[in-house]
């Protein structure tokens, strides 16, 4: 099985800068990594898929990059509405496992 | 546009079995391929299982297998999960998710179900 590792756990930023989650595989998954925003008592929500596609509708201030094992999701300027929790997925191999979750909150 | 939703929220005892439906509409149930996710209170996602359409056969996490069986209703596009020999450790929120056919990630989610495992 996949082991996905997240870093950090908690990220405190204020809002208009800049924040970037890492997530890294315990071994290569190609480009096949999605990441999830979630916040409380929602669904998770499909922000970037083939680690560097957005979604429909994600806006453009959100972006992926990687390949491989290191991955990386840059939210160029936090708005209120991106304080969430955020989560990286590989789908490569089975089973298809998630990391453990970046938190973003408010500094 | 795809909708997946949901049966709403079941306490269980220990023991017991649960049956949680997701309904999709939008989209022929047979060009998707369904997962399920689940959450437990105040922790991370954890992937049950899902179908394989390469394989046309549905994966289950080891930790579930023997446990758990997902299936599908064509008929009425509902998808089911069923756990068995429940626990307080299965107290969780349910998710359903779709891969749209031609596509590896998973697009679209039910809105959850809480299933309350409690003697």
């Known amino acids: 099985e996949i082991v996905m590792t997240q870093s950090p756990a908690t990220l405190s930023v204020s809002p208009g800068e800049r924040a970037t989650l890492s997530c890294r595989a315990s071994q290569s998954v190609s480009s096949n990594l999605a990441w999830f925003q979630q916040k409380p008592g929602q669904a998770p929500r499909l922000l970037i898929y083939g680690a560097s596609t957005r979604a429909t509708g994600i806006p453009a201030r959100f972006s992926g990059s990687g390949s491989g094992t290191e991955f990386t999701l840059t939210i160029s300027s936090l708005q209120s509405e991106d304080f969430a929790t955020y989560y990286c997925q590989q789908y490569h191999h089975w089973p298809k496992t998630f990391g453990q979750g970046t938190k973003v909150e408010i500094k | ?119």
């Open chain 2, 1 to 119: 546009q795809v909708q997946l939703v949901q049966s709403g929220a079941a306490v269980k005892k220990p023991g017991a079995s649960v049956k949680v439906s997701c309904k999709v509409s939008g989209y022929p149930l047979i060009e998707l391929s369904i997962h399920w996710v689940r959450q437990a209170p105040g922790k991370g996602l954890e992937w049950m299982g899902g179908f394989d359409p390469e394989n046309s056969e549905t994966i289950y996490a080891q930790r579930f297998r023997g446990r758990v069986t997902m299936s599908e209703d064509t008929t009425t596009d509902t998808a089911y999960m069923e756990l068995r020999s429940l626990r307080s450790a299965d107290t969780a929120v349910y998710y359903c998710a779709a891969v749209r056919e031609g596509y590896l990630q998973l697009d679209y989610w039910g809105q959850g179900t809480l299933v309350t495992v409690s003697s």
